[in-house]
C-alpha cells in the first residue's frame, strides 16, 4: 500500500532543498574570491620577502608579461562559456605577430595592425565553421586548426621579422604613469568583454548554450551563429594578444605562442570557468591571469627553473577543479 508524504514531510523535504541550494551558493560566491585572497596573500609575502617586488621596474614588467595571457584568456573564456574549448590561440598568436611585422614593413601600421588582426579573426572564422557549421567536436576541430596554422606561418615566414617602423612599438612601451600602456587597454577589454557576457542579448545567449544548448535552440535562438561569434571573438582577442606581443619584444618569431593555450585554459579555471560551459566570469578570469603572472613573477625573482612554473599551473588546475566539483 503506497504511503502519501503528509503536508509536514512535504514542507521539510522543500525547505531542506533550499537550505541545500543556498549553501551551495553560498559556497560558490566564497570561492570566486580564492584567486583573488591568493593573490593578495601571495603578493603581501612577496613584498615582504623580497625587496624588488615593489620597485616600480618590477611591477611594470609584471602587468605587462600578463597583457598576453589576459587577451588571450577573454577569448578563450567567451568560447568555454558557449561548452567549447580553443587550442589554436597560440598558433593564432604568431600567426598576427608574423603577419603584423611584415606588413609593418610595407604599410603604415594604422592599416598593417588591423590587417594582421583580421588575418586572425579569420582563423577564428574558421574554428567556428567547423564547430558551429560541421558539427566537429571542439577539441578535434581547435588541434586540427592548431597545427594547420602554425605551419603556416612557417610557410609565410621560417625566420623571425623584425618591423621597421617602431612607431606601433614605441607605443605599446609607453607607460601612463606608472602603468603600461597595453596593461591599460587590457583591463579596457575586460570591461568590455564584461558588459558584453552580461548586459547584451548575445553574451546571456553564448552563457546559454553552455548551460543548455538544445532549450537554447528550442527557443529560437540561433545556436550556431553565436558558437561562430564566440570563436570569432576568440581569434580577435589571440590576434591583438600576437601583435602586442611582437611589438614589445621587437621581433616576430614563427615558434611563438606554444603553449599559450594551457595558460588561457589555467586562468579560465582558476577564474571558476567550469569546461562544461555555461559557468564562468570575466572578473574571475582576471583574477586568475594575475594569480598566474603572480607566480610566474615571483619564481622568476627568486631565480627558480622555469620548470617549477608548470608544475604550479598543474596544481592549481586540479585544486582548482576539485574545489568546484560539488559546486554544481
Given at each position: 500500500?503506497?504511503?502519501?508524504?503528509?503536508?509536514?514531510?512535504?514542507?521539510?523535504?522543500?525547505?531542506?532543498?533550499?537550505?541545500?541550494?543556498?549553501?551551495?551558493?553560498l559556497r560558490g560566491r566564497w570561492l570566486s574570491y580564492v584567486p583573488t585572497v591568493a593573490f593578495l596573500v601571495l603578493a603581501t609575502i612577496a613584498a615582504v620577502t623580497s625587496d624588488a617586488f615593489l620597485s616600480q621596474g618590477n611591477l611594470s614588467n609584471l602587468f605587462r608579461q600578463i597583457v598576453t595571457n589576459g587577451l588571450i584568456?577573454?577569448?578563450?573564456?567567451?568560447?568555454?562559456?558557449?561548452?567549447?574549448?580553443?587550442?589554436?590561440?597560440?598558433?593564432?598568436?604568431?600567426?598576427?605577430?608574423?603577419?603584423?611585422?611584415?606588413?609593418?614593413?610595407?604599410?603604415?601600421?594604422?592599416?598593417?595592425?588591423?590587417l594582421a588582426v583580421g588575418v586572425a579573426i579569420v582563423?577564428?572564422?574558421?574554428?567556428?565553421?567547423?564547430?558551429a557549421g560541421f558539427r566537429l567536436p571542439p577539441f578535434v576541430a581547435t588541434l586540427a586548426t592548431m597545427s594547420a596554422i602554425r605551419g603556416f606561418v612557417y610557410v609565410v615566414s621560417e625566420t623571425p621579422i623584425t618591423p621597421t617602423d617602431m612607431t606601433f612599438g614605441r607605443i605599446v612601451a609607453s607607460s601612463v604613469g606608472p602603468v603600461p600602456t597595453p596593461a591599460i587597454f587590457m583591463i579596457g577589454c575586460f570591461i568590455a568583454v564584461s558588459f558584453f557576457l552580461n548586459r547584451t542579448t548575445m553574451g546571456r545567449a553564448i552563457y546559454?548554450?553552455?548551460?543548455?544548448?538544445?532549450?537554447?535552440?528550442?527557443?529560437?535562438?540561433?545556436?550556431r551563429a553565436h558558437i561562430m561569434l564566440a570563436y570569432l571573438i576568440s581569434g580577435l582577442f589571440a590576434g591583438l594578444a600576437g601583435v602586442i606581443l611582437a611589438s614589445r619584444v621587437g621581433i616576430a618569431q614563427p615558434s611563438v605562442g606554444v603553449g599559450l593555450e594551457l595558460d588561457a585554459i589555467a586562468a579560465c579555471v582558476i577564474?571558476?570557468?567550469?569546461?562544461?560551459?555555461?559557468?564562468?566570469?570575466?572578473?574571475?578570469?582576471?583574477?586568475?591571469?594575475?594569480?598566474l603572472g603572480l607566480i610566474s613573477n615571483l619564481l622568476n625573482l627568486y631565480s627558480v627553473q622555469a620548470y617549477y612554473q608548470q608544475i604550479f599551473k598543474g596544481a592549481l588546475i586540479v585544486l582548482a577543479v576539485l574545489a568546484r566539483r560539488r559546486e554544481g
Open positions: 500500500m503506497t504511503m502519501t508524504s503528509s503536508p509536514t514531510a512535504r514542507a521539510l523535504s522543500v525547505v531542506g532543498r533550499r537550505l541545500g541550494s543556498a549553501r551551495k551558493d584568456s577573454l577569448g578563450m573564456l567567451t568560447v568555454i562559456l558557449s561548452a567549447g574549448i580553443d587550442l589554436s590561440v597560440g598558433a593564432i598568436v604568431a600567426l598576427a605577430g608574423i603577419v603584423a611585422a611584415g606588413l609593418l614593413n610595407m604599410l603604415p601600421w594604422p592599416v598593417a595592425i588591423p582563423a577564428g572564422g574558421l574554428n567556428g565553421t567547423l564547430v546559454a548554450i553552455g548551460g543548455n544548448e538544445e532549450a537554447v535552440r528550442l527557443s529560437g535562438i540561433n545556436v577564474g571558476g570557468a567550469s569546461l562544461a560551459g555555461g559557468r564562468g566570469s570575466v572578473r574571475g578570469t582576471f583574477a586568475g591571469v594575475l594569480l
